[in-house]
């Protein structure tokens, strides 16, 4: 079983920048695949970015260029560096481990980008 813990969202202005954190349970960090995934209203939830144990990462194409995935073996946390926010990226942010075949969940964190 692995606990997943986000923060860091909040309330922001258009063009501001925000960092979110997803801290994990479990000894064996190192080899799980992180996510991030958001959730808008009246919409399906859409994968944002992931980050594998080799650290290779992939984008969605709507925050290409502006979202940084990146992970911290040791304190057993990734993160996702959010710039130049816009409006439409408001949402319920989560976190997603994939370890072998079985994908764990955290509880989310709002997002909101509105002036």
């Known amino acids: 079983q692995v606990q997943l813990v986000e923060s860091g969202g909040g309330l922001v202005q258009p063009g501001d920048s925000l960092r979110l954190s997803c801290a994990a349970s479990?000894?064996?960090?190192?080899?799980?695949?992180m996510g991030w995934y958001r959730q808008a209203p009246g919409k399906q939830r859409e994968l944002v970015a992931k980050i594998t144990p080799d650290r290779r990462t992939n984008y969605a194409d709507s925050v290409k260029g502006r979202f940084t995935i990146s992970r911290d073996n040791a304190k057993r946390t990734a993160y996702l560096q959010m710039n130049s926010l816009k409006p439409e990226d408001t949402a319920v942010y989560y976190c997603?481990?994939?370890?072998?075949?079985?994908?764990?969940w955290g509880q989310g964190t709002q997002v909101t980008v509105s002036s």
């Open positions: 479990g000894s064996s960090f190192d080899i799980y695949t």
């Open positions: 997603k481990a994939d370890v072998g075949p079985r994908g764990y």
